[in-house]
T-cell receptor
Framework: DADVTQTPRNRITKTGKRIMLECSQT?????MYWYRQDPGLGLRLIYY???????NKGEISDGYSVSRQAQAKFSLSLESAIPNQTALYFC?????????????FGPGTRLTVL | GEDVEQSLFLSVREGDSSVINCTYT??????LYWYKQEPGAGLQLLTY?????DMKQDQRLTVLLNKKDKHLSLRIADTQTGDSAIYFC????????????FGKGTRLSVIA
């Protein structure tokens, strides 16, 4: 089974709709992240969380919100979707401060806003 | 600058070596990473280097780190069609708990 899972994998929605993307991890990591990927722009950080009581904005948080329901779950919401939020969204996790601090990524959610 | 910089595209012939370059921003960064993204998939860690090293070799992969110039490179020897992917450079900056900072990715195309 995958360590970091995302649901749904693909979603098509209409402008103005509220959308939630879910992320779960079985790695026991405290740190979780949401990124979006757009062609030519690479990965941009939306929100991140160091534990269930800690939420931080990334570089492009406007139009998004998150919820850390448990250590293993971190969901991303688009309150009122707009077409320029069409992108590939990735969740990632990272362990503690020892070791190489690798970030593990989920398989991604492709979101299309019409 | 503030960004991790990479060229966007690289095209090589099968069997040749590929060299993907990256410049990062924080001279105190502790770890530098190369991630690979295959079509339709998430990012996977390919290799990493700790900042007290100049070079790291792992089979066909060689990572070179020039701390003075804040320059990182990834060399893939005997490039295969399966190496076609997007390669992201990332740095872990020294400022505590900040997330990894990623470059925009280099799309490597391998021509048979």
């Amino acid at each position: 089974d995958a360590d970091v899972t995302q649901t749904p994998r693909n979603r098509i929605t209409k402008t103005g709709k509220r959308i939630m993307l879910e992320c779960s991890q079985t790695k026991g990591h405290d740190r979780m992240y949401w990124y979006r990927q757009d062609p030519g722009l690479g990965l941009r950080l939306i929100y991140y969380s160091f534990d269930v009581k800690d939420i931080n904005k990334g570089e492009i948080s406007d139009g998004y919100s998150v919820s850390r329901q448990a250590q293993a779950k971190f969901s991303l919401s688009l309150e009122s979707a707009i077409p320029n939020q069409t992108a590939l969204y990735f969740c990632a996790t990272r362990g503690g401060i020892t070791g190489n601090n690798e970030q593990f990524f989920g398989p991604g959610t492709r979101l299309t806003v019409l | 600058g503030e960004d991790v910089e990479q060229s966007l595209f690289l095209s090589v012939r099968e069997g040749d070596s590929s060299v993907i370059n990256c410049t990062y921003t924080d001279s105190s960064s502790t770890y530098l990473y190369w991630y690979k993204q295959e079509p339709g998939a998430g990012l996977q860690l390919l290799t990493y280097i700790f900042s007290n090293m100049d070079m790291k070799q792992d089979q066909r992969l060689t990572v070179l780190l020039n701390k003075k110039d804040k320059h990182l490179s990834l060399r893939i020897a005997d490039t295969q069609t399966g190496d076609s992917a997007i390669y992201f450079c990332a740095e872990r900056r020294s400022s505590g708990n900040t997330p990894l900072v990623f470059g925009k990715g280099t799309r490597l195309s391998v021509i048979a």
